[in-house]
């Protein structure tokens, strides 16, 4: 049984039994690494802009130029920032488990530099660069205002998904089964207002999932999962894993 923490010992017991455990972050996971949320990071001579003006279609295609230096501007504010002990945690907890699937909201590439494979990325990857034609994967030349692909000669964009656009079909495809199948589903650091990213937690419970969220905020879903931990991911998450460890 657990000893010295405070996650509820019928958490640990259900994460020890589990076969498959699902994962969903959002911002507040990376919070303790300091990076800033977009809205929050709207300062200095972003401050003028709306995210919601920068990030859309339109927008790029309006002045490319601008969009490109503002997500050069916020690939080098997250570059700055690292993992936190709550990304660690998560990349060790996949070694205690027989199965882990991963679902992340967040662009900022932090779990992946915590270990952390297989990342399904609801909302692409800050630090890809994409063909804005047909959404392959390229390699932009960073010294110029507006990279072009090499195979077909359009504008490259950043590879994050912008409001008014999709969830890629294979994230959500991936996602949905494994919440479908896992035997418990943790939501941390998200708001979960967004989705379907927060439906994701309701589909794990209706497939009889034991739900917990990690949140210092309780979300407006914390009374309908089975556990809310009321805490920062970098803190919580650690002991959950020392108490699944020993
Ligand atoms: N540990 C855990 N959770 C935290 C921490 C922390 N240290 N600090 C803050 N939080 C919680 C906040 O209480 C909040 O509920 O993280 C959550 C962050 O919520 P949002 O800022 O709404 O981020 P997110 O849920 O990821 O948003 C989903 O919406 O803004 C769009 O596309 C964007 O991917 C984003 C999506």
């Not at 050069?72 to 027989?98: F, K, M, S, T, Y």
């Not at 034609?133 to 195979?151: H, Y």
């Not at 969830?167 to 941390?188: G, R, T, W, Y």
Request: proline content about 7%; hydrophobic content about 45%.
């Amino acid at each position: 049984m657990a000893v010295n923490c405070d996650i509820p010992d019928a958490l640990i017991v259900a994460l020890r039994d589990a076969r498959h455990i699902c994962i969903l972050t959002g911002a507040g996971v990376s919070a303790e690494s300091g990076v800033p949320t977009f809205r929050e990071a709207q300062d200095g001579l972003w401050a003028k802009h709306d995210p919601h003006d920068l990030a859309t279609p339109d927008a790029f295609l309006a002045d490319p130029v601008l969009v490109w230096r503002w997500y050069r501007w916020r690939r080098d504010l997250v570059a700055e920032a690292e993992p936190n002990p709550g990304h660690h945690a998560i990349a060790r907890l996949a070694e205690l488990v027989p199965r882990l699937t991963l679902v992340t909201q967040n662009v900022d590439n932090m779990h992946q530099r915590a270990g952390s494979r297989d990342v399904i990325e609801f909302h692409g990857n800050i630090f890809e660069d994409r063909c804005f034609a047909d959404g392959s994967l390229q390699v932009g030349d960073p010294t110029t205002a507006v990279p072009m692909c090499s195979e077909c000669g359009s504008h490259l964009r950043p590879g994050v998904v912008w409001f008014g656009e999709s969830i890629p079909e294979q994230a959500l495809h991936e996602s949905c089964a494994a919440a479908s199948d896992c035997d418990v589903f943790l939501s941390i650091g998200t708001s979960s207002l967004v989705y379907p990213a927060a439906g994701l937690a309701d589909l794990a419970r209706q497939n009889g999932a034991t739900v917990a969220e990690v949140n210092p905020n309780p979300t407006m879903h914390a009374g309908s999962f089975d556990y809310a931990l009321a805490g920062n991911s970098g803190v919580v998450l650690p002991e959950l894993v020392n108490c699944l460890a020993v």
